[in-house]
């Protein structure tokens, strides 16, 4: 009941294309839904986070849209370029105010 | 910048020789976390602070310690590095625990265990 499903395990987009990213969750306490970029060789860092009572949020060309009925929410990358290549992480933070985190998806953007 | 750095980038160490990773903050942060991170998968929790209060995650394994003699530093002691323990150590930071979605990481220390 504390994980997080997260798809696809890697992801190949076209310069310029839409790069969507899915988690899925039971915990309905989970409280907020954040996403992480990780560059090889470095740390993960905070992309952009959303609260179950927002539907949708987005910066820049990212987007997360959150289904709260369905218990899944999904990354949307506009625009994908070369330099978005990276490793992405969905997480969910729980009442004890720790992260839950998705296994990770591989993305690459051909040029 | 405020950041969090880690210490040393690259580590080399032997079996069951011990090693201590280090980790700094200067955001003035109130937790501290320690996590592994094994080649393509997410990072592991092993234990974090709040200010002081040690929090040990239930399947850390007994060889890895910690202390944070202060708010500005925390250590990871791995008392006898088994070939198992190969890993990236990333050390994160948040403002207090009510906003631990939101986690400064450093660059990571690369463990090798020959």
């Known amino acids: 009941q504390q994980q997080v499903k997260q798809s696809p395990q890697s992801l190949i987009v076209q310069k310029g294309g839409i790069s969507i990213i899915n988690c899925a969750y039971e915990?309905?306490?989970?409280?907020?839904f954040p996403w992480y970029q990780q560059f090889p060789g470095k740390g993960p860092a905070l992309l952009i986070a959303i609260r179950p009572d927002v539907s949708e949020k987005k910066e820049g060309r990212f987007t997360i849209s959150f289904n709260k009925s369905a218990k899944q929410f999904s990354l949307h990358i506009m625009d994908s370029q070369p330099g978005d290549s990276a490793t992405y992480f969905c997480?969910?933070?729980?009442?004890?105010?720790?992260?839950?985190w998705g296994a990770g998806t591989k993305l690459i953007i051909k040029p | 910048d405020a950041m969090v750095i880690q210490n040393p980038r690259y580590q080399v160490t032997q079996f069951g020789k011990p090693v201590t990773l280090s980790c700094s903050q200067t955001?003035?942060?109130?937790?501290m976390y320690w996590y592994q991170q094994k080649s393509s998968q997410a990072p592991k929790l092993l234990f974090h602070?709040?200010?002081?209060?040690?929090?040990n995650e239930a399947d850390t394994p007994d060889n890895f310690q910690s202390r944070r003699p202060n708010t500005s530093f925390c250590f990871l002691d791995i008392r006898s590095p088994g070939l198992g323990d190969a890993a990236m150590y990333l050390c994160?930071?948040?403002?207090?625990?009510?906003?631990?979605?939101?986690?400064?990481f450093g660059p990571g220390t690369r463990l090798t265990v020959t």
């Open positions: 915990n309905t306490a989970f409280d907020y």
């Open positions: 602070y709040y200010d002081k209060d040690f929090n």
């Open positions: 994160a930071t948040s403002r207090d625990r009510y906003n631990s979605y939101e986690q400064y």
């Open positions: 955001l003035n942060h109130n937790v």
């Open positions: 997480a969910a933070g729980d009442s004890n105010y720790q992260l839950i």
